[in-house]
């Protein structure tokens, strides 16, 4: 099987592998573990922050970071493609009594300026909810992996700060953008206040995600990991492969970005698939087989071909590069999917 569902389906390499087998492990939550503690300053000095914790997973970074912003009723600014908002069980309005105000993202993953000025709440007016906090993602995943603009983000992170609001970036695939616009991390988290970058993308390691920012925030950060039991114990088995991930993995990110822009292209030319060609710049690729054959249809007559592609819903179907994926790889799933388009099972 070609897995292109995800970058989540890696297997960790013999590095990791090998690292964890080996790790010098300690009781994480006496911050006793030195594989944890070296994973964390590494995370905090590739994002230039001061600070960075461990934590399982994306989701519990995410949430973890906004119960350090927010209070019960304070009401987060984001967009309605994020991933914060679609997959995340609503998990900051469930355990942490915050609404979401949704804003319209834009096709670039963007969240119009004027309307994030129009949304953060005048302070001290009666039955105004408090403005916690303003959620950016970089890459933006639903909005087809599109890296946001650099500008765009100096913007955002000047308004946030003349209204003395916090900007959390989901940076989920922060190395990705960092790849694909030719920058340092550093450079792109340098307009966030927290991010939250994930090891078990593209950078292959089997379980975690960092959280970095100032001391004072991912102190409180620590303190909204223990709430939701995520503090650990002898969590330097599994920090020791995001370790490896950080030394290693980052700079063959190009090669995904290549392939996914092959696959991208590929894909154009076929007779019934749209695709937005302009937001391909990193490791995803999204795009429409409707009208011509139905998503579903369409998936599943890949998958009865070894193509493995996600069904995206109304954003189309998606695929999505990685290390587990070569050049040969790409060439038999255009192979496939020219095979399937031309194949007539209407929407
Ligand atoms: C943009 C983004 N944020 C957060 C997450 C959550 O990560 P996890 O699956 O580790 O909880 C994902 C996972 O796919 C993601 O794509």
């Given at each position: 099987m070609i897995d292109l569902r995800s970058d989540t389906v890696t297997q960790p390499t013999d590095a990791m592998r090998a690292a964890m087998a080996n790790a010098v492990v300690g009781d994480d939550q006496y911050g006793e573990d030195p594989s944890v503690r070296e994973l964390e300053a590494l995370g905090a000095r590739l994002l230039g922050k001061e600070a960075a914790v461990f934590v399982a997973s994306g989701t519990m970074g995410n949430l973890a970071a906004l119960l350090a912003w927010c209070g019960r009723g304070d009401e987060i600014i984001m967009g309605d493609e994020c991933h914060i908002?679609?997959?995340?069980?609503?998990?900051?309005?469930?355990?942490?009594?915050?609404?979401f105000a949704l804003l319209?993202?834009?096709r670039t993953g963007e969240i119009d300026l004027d309307r994030v000025r129009k949304m953060i709440r005048q302070k001290n007016r009666p039955g105004y909810p408090r403005t916690g906090v303003i959620c950016i993602e970089n890459t933006h995943n639903r909005c087809g992996g599109v890296p946001l603009r650099q500008e765009y983000l100096t913007q955002l992170a000047a308004l946030a700060r003349e209204h003395d609001v916090p900007v959390h970036m989901d940076g989920?695939?922060?190395f990705n953008a960092a790849a694909a616009l030719d920058l340092p991390a550093e450079e792109i988290a340098r307009n966030a206040d927290s991010v939250q970058f994930c090891l078990t993308k593209c950078l292959a390691a089997p379980v975690g995600s960092l959280i970095a920012g100032s001391a004072d925030f991912v102190q409180r950060a620590r303190a909204g990991r223990k709430i939701l039991g995520g503090a650990m114990r002898q969590a330097g088995v599994?920090?020791?492969a995001g370790i490896v991930a950080l030394q290693t993995m980052i700079d063959r990110l190009p090669?995904?970005?290549r392939r996914a822009r092959r696959l991208a292209e590929g894909l154009a030319q076929i007779d019934g698939i749209t695709i937005d060609l302009d937001v391909v710049q990193s490791n995803?690729?999204?795009f429409k087989v409707e009208p011509a054959i139905d998503q579903a249809e369409f998936v599943a007559a890949m998958k009865a071909r070894g193509v493995l592609v996600s069904n995206y819903g109304t954003r189309g179907a998606r695929m999505v590069t990685h290390y587990g994926i070569s050049d040969d790889d790409i060439a038999t799933a255009l192979e496939v999917a020219r095979t399937v388009m031309s194949a007539p099972?209407?929407?």
């Open positions: 908002f679609w997959y995340e069980s609503g998990g900051a309005a469930a355990l942490g009594g915050m609404p319209p993202n834009t989920a695939r922060i599994i920090a020791a090669e995904d970005h995803i690729v999204i099972v209407a929407a």
